[in-house]
């Protein structure tokens, strides 16, 4: 599945037709795949991503279910014992949260609990993030909760490209898979050809997404954009700078982080969620163990502010902006503040 | 202004139009209404028309169960079970529960519901497995088509909604029976199962055995509503009110529950009422939250006596019946102990085995380093041994 596309043939795409296109695919290779959730069917998804998939796959393979996010998952869960494979969508990263117990008490770990008797190869599909202008509750990054959970998988693409080919691996994985999609970036397009074989990623693999030499970004999703752009304007300041997308939060990719932190010396963890707590803090533990004699300077995090997400008109203030990436990349120097122990 | 207030709305009837199309005329919920007492067989006339073979298989699997009850309690006590919640005085429940399904139809138990699996044929040992601790669930849940026994309280309601979906998806004939305890009622996911049951119309029933009590709190703090089985009319779906102490009503109110199921007749609640004469589990003392008298009131409406009155009026509670009866369950519970006295043998590296389908490199490193950890462990009893016994005699001249 590797053939080259001819630059022809690819048209400009957002990642949500991307993510479409995926479920489409997926729902026509394999009949066990069903696809479920509140406004799935006739409205398409309240961001379009499962448009047409009702009509094409008829409602009992694109189901709106009632509106009750325990029950979309519990009863997938169920569906998945008798060998379905679910893709679940909850609207917004925080109407996930009635699902939890369901996803934490079974999902999570009925492989475990059974012996691999029983397996949940279920997609959670979960639009994530902010910078959408989006009120209260809209608007969360939820990726931490999963990660503190044994037995989820957590997935997050950043470009049009892996949001086919991670999806596609994800409705193919036997583990089940919490699926962040960043709602920032559904519009984001690139050329991209849906009808030209495209490699699919497995799960598990970091990307190098720009060669550096003099320092990492390590970041996912909606902050990648944010580091690509960072690393363009850090050059004028001297910083060659290497950008790692995860893609996937779980399994983690320590081979590709530490190997180009290595490489670089220097780290800088960039993410939208919280700081405290966030996914920034075992990243840069990670490397620190790992990579502490090859580096020049502490990991460093660009993370969201320790607070509820804010409203609207202030989220840009919360989000980790090209400035403040720069602002650190610039701490990296390890001199002056942080030798005075004023690095705080 | 009000909303009588406004123009239109009361003062000119006639120019008011119909409701929207989206308002759907209300269906007569009394037929999805329960009895206003309990469906009782034993006891009434209509126990005349009970095939006796069924009588006498009930009274097999009622005094099997009560025995296997009093030996895993009493396995608890050898520090054999971490715990078990005890169904007795409830068999007459479990036991229906298994018998009213065929094979091919699957069990959706709660922890307190070991004997209906056993019931169904699951292995007493396996059954057991997450109680003892060796692992969570002890059996392939394919083989007998028992799901897990579920601890949190309800959460296996929607699977059995799922599963039984998924099921008629595939145009197979299968059933889902999901057991449940009277405080379950009252979490999410009771709710939501039978929202989505009652709309797909999912071949699924719902067993409620109220036993009077969720832990201690008693049912009058768990619900306001008339009835357990009275929830049922809300969602669309028939409720039945049966008392969980008679054997053959049991059955009879389930397998015409997972009848209709099979037909395609959707989903039906049955609220069992019975009672747990046993504290909740053996960390429990009932004596802080229900009196004696009480419990002695139940004893005397006890599951197995009310079916004995009926096979003795029918010369079937014959000494060789009772005897061989009584034999099987000691038989049963003979091998239980002697199986259960046996240690479990438990793997530590299974710990990283059954994680994800393929392990990540971070569990293979942890899975590495707990190897490295019962290597040394071993080499040290090893070292150990060897220096209280040969090492010392082979070091003397």
């Known amino acids: 599945m590797t053939t080259t596309v001819p630059a022809t043939a690819r048209k400009p795409a957002t990642m949500a037709q991307a993510l479409t296109r995926a479920l489409r695919d997926a729902m026509a290779d394999d009949p066990s795949v069903h696809v479920m959730g509140e406004d799935v069917g006739t409205l398409g998804g309240v961001f379009r991503v499962t448009d047409g998939l009702a009509k094409e796959f008829g409602e009992d393979r694109c189901t709106d279910t009632a509106l009750a996010e325990a029950g979309i998952l519990g009863t997938a869960v169920g569906m998945a014992m008798y060998g379905l494979r679910p893709v679940v969508e909850m609207q917004f990263d925080a109407f996930a949260y009635p699902a939890f117990e369901q996803l934490i008490s079974h999902v999570a770990r009925m492989r475990n609990r059974t012996r691999g008797a029983l397996t949940m190869p279920l997609t959670i599909r979960v639009p994530y993030g902010g910078g959408i202008g989006g009120v209260e509750h809209h608007s969360d990054s939820s990726e931490a909760y999963y990660l503190a959970t044994p037995g989820l998988q957590v997935v997050t693409p950043a470009t049009v490209e892996d949001a086919y080919g991670l999806l596609r691996a994800a409705i193919a994985s036997d583990d089940p898979v919490v699926f962040l999609e960043p709602k920032r970036l559904y519009w984001s397009k690139a050329d991209w050809s849906p009808d030209a074989p495209t490699e699919v990623a497995p799960l598990g693999r970091a990307a190098i997404r720009r060669r550096g030499s003099s320092a990492t970004l390590i970041t996912y999703g909606p902050s990648l954009p944010v580091c690509m752009e960072a690393a363009e304007a850090a050059r004028a300041e001297g910083w060659d700078l290497e950008v790692v997308d995860l893609r996937s939060l779980m399994p983690f990719d320590d081979e590709t982080v530490c190997a180009s932190v290595r490489r670089t010396g220097r780290a800088v963890v960039v993410h939208e969620s919280n700081g405290f707590g966030g996914p920034g803090g075992e990243i840069a533990a990670r490397i620190t163990e790992r990579c502490f004699h090859h580096l020049e300077a502490p990991v460093l995090r660009v993370a969201g502010f320790d607070i509820p997400y804010p409203p609207p008109m202030l989220e840009r203030h919360h989000l980790p902006g090209v400035d403040r990436i720069l602002d650190t990349v610039a701490r990296l120097q390890w001199e002056s503040d942080w030798t005075e122990g004023r690095g705080e | 202004m009000t909303v009588l207030e406004q123009p239109g709305s009361s003062r000119n009837k006639s120019s008011l139009a119909g409701p929207p199309p989206t308002w759907q005329p209300r269906v007569d919920p009394a037929p999805l209404l329960p009895d206003a007492e309990p469906y009782r067989l034993l006891g009434t006339d209509a126990a005349a028309r009970l095939d006796s073979g069924l009588l006498t298989r009930l009274y097999t699997q009622l005094v099997r169960g009560r025995r296997y009850n009093a030996q895993a309690t009493a396995l608890t006590r050898q520090g054999r079970l971490a715990v078990y919640p005890s169904s007795t005085g409830q068999e007459a429940c ?101 929202n989505f049951a009652a709309i797909w119309q999912a071949p699924v029933v719902f067993l409620v055995q109220n036993n009077g009590f969720a832990i201690s709190v008693p049912l009058a703090k768990q619900t306001a509503a008339p009835s357990l089985a009275h929830k049922a009319v809300g969602y669309g779906m028939p409720g039945r009110l049966v008392d969980g102490n008679d054997a053959p009503a049991m059955h009879e109110v389930l397998t015409e529950a997972v009848e209709r ?31 004696d008298a009480e419990v002695e009131t139940w004893k005397a409406h006890d599951p197995i006596a009310l079916l004995e009155r009926e096979l003795a009026a029918r010369d079937l509670l014959t000494d060789d019946f009772v005897g061989a009866t009584r034999d099987g369950a000691e038989q049963l519970a003979a091998d239980l102990r002697e199986r259960m006295n046996a240690d479990p043998e438990v793997d530590p590296m299974d710990l990283f085995t059954h994680v994800f389908a393929e392990q990540t490199s971070q569990l293979r490193a942890q899975a590495a380093q707990l190897r490295a950890e019962l290597d040394a462990e071993a080499a040290g009893h090893t070292e150990d041994a060897a220096g209280t016994d040969g090492s010392a005699e082979e070091a003397r001249p």
Request: hydrophobic share 40%; glycine share 10%.
């Open chain 2, 94 to 194: 479990e036991v229906a529960a298994a018998l009213a399904l065929e094979d091919r139809d699957w069990l959706f138990p709660s922890y307190r519901d070991t004997l209906a699996a056993v019931a169904r044929g699951l292995d007493p040992v396996q059954a057991l497995t997450l109680l003892r601790g060796d692992w969570h669930n002890g059996y392939d849940p394919h083989e007998h088509r028992i799901a897990p026994l579920c601890t949190p309280l309800a959460t296996q309601l929607p699977h059995a909604v799922g599963l039984a979906h998924a099921a008629r998806l595939k145009g197979d004939e299968v059933v889902a029976l999901a057991m449940v305890g009277d405080g379950g009622t009252s979490e999410g996911d009771f709710h939501e199962a039978l």
């Open chain 2, 261 to 291: 199921a099979r037909r395609g007749g959707g989903p039906t609640l049955i609220e069992a009422v019975t009672y747990r004469i046993e504290a909740h589990t053996n960390a429990d003392d009932a004596t802080r939250y229900r009196s």
